[in-house]
């Protein structure tokens, strides 16, 4: 019996679209070791509320993210659940591209746009939720979860949290030798860093900065300029220079995504602190955590693999004909050797 997913003609191509859907942490690492571990406690459910961009805020199809610990008989396992609810009156309005149709479309090909539409926003909404996690591993060494007392420490080396000589914005900070500060940490650890990750705000206080002006006049220590390109992944790179004796790329990471509160406030928030300045070896691995499946057979649709992240794609039958559409992964993505990245904050706030 073919699966109930593949019997609607919108699914088939989704997961093809969504490869577009890059997301940039995840990328920066050589490869992915993909972890088969089930022993990680988050303590109590956690619940995330997050927006796809694509969808009006007065849309209905909002839907929630459950970060938590799903227990069974036979295992533990970090579980992120998304799922929306289709009921019949839903698939009795018209959909949107029936207003251009001369006839009504049939119930059958509303389902599947539904369906479609609703594993496409949840795949792009897990991205997201993954892309804060990796944001959040690097900077902080650790991962946090709204709402409750839930977090995953990777148990980075204090020492690899540094403090500024001074703000960066003060023209006489010395952010060569902050910088010299963080290469030297990671090489005692057995690293060699090679990339700069930093927010807008640190890299615009560097270049105000009037001794490293000087050098970058007389090319001490500015190696070559990239075009400034904002590229799908929010990221610029956006000059090469020589730290310590190491020519490493810089760059400049915006992108955001809007959260909303409780209360129901939309706000924005950046993946990266403004203020951040991350220095990695980028050679390590990053692990993600897939427990095994959770989902019994006759819940499963299937199993999809978009860019790289595996998803397990299931619909439950409700009351009143009506029924659930959703998502299983368990994507917490951290570097395999947190001790690789040191990390310091340009304006001289403490990374708690």
Known sequence: MPSPLTQHSYVAKFVDELKSENFGIHKMFNKFIYSEQSTISMGQHARHYLLPRSVPLNSNKRQQMIAGEARFD????????????????????????EYLSAK?????????????????????????????????????????????????????????????????TNSSADILGDLAGLVSQIRLQGGEPN???LGESAWNALLRNELLLKLLDNSRVFIGQVAS??????????A????????????????????????GTISVKKYIDPNAVIMLDTR???????????????????????????FEAFREVGGAQSYSVGIVS???????????????????????
């Open 74 to 97: 036979f295992m533990t396992v970090p579980q992120f659940a998304l799922e929306k609810q289709i009921t019949p009156q839903m698939l009795e309005e018209q959909i949107p591209m």
């Open 104 to 168: 009504p479309f049939s119930r059958q090909t509303r389902e599947s746009w539904h369906v479609a539409q609703s594993l496409t926003e949840m795949v792009r909404m897990m991205h997201r939720e993954m892309e804060r996690q990796g944001a959040e591993a690097l900077l902080r060494g650790k991962i946090d979860f709204d709402g409750a007392a839930a977090s995953i420490d990777f148990k980075r080396d204090k020492n690899n949290t540094l403090s500024v000589s001074k703000e960066w």
């Open 195 to 197: 990339m700069v990750i």
């Open 229 to 238: 390109k904002v590229n799908a992944l929010g990221q610029v790179e956006v």
């Open 240 to 263: 090469k220079l020589n730290i310590h004796g190491i020519v490493m790329p810089f760059i400049v990471y915006s992108a955001q995504h809007e959260v909303e509160h409780p209360d």
């Open 284 to 310: 390590q691995d990053l692990f993600t955590f897939f427990g095994k499946p959770p989902l019994f057979d006759e819940h499963r649709l299937t199993r999809m693999n978009v860019d790289g992240a595996v």
């Open 330 to 352: 368990r994507p917490l993505l951290f570097p395999a050797r947190p001790n690789l990245t040191a990390v310091l904050m340009a304006n001289g706030a403490t990374i708690k």
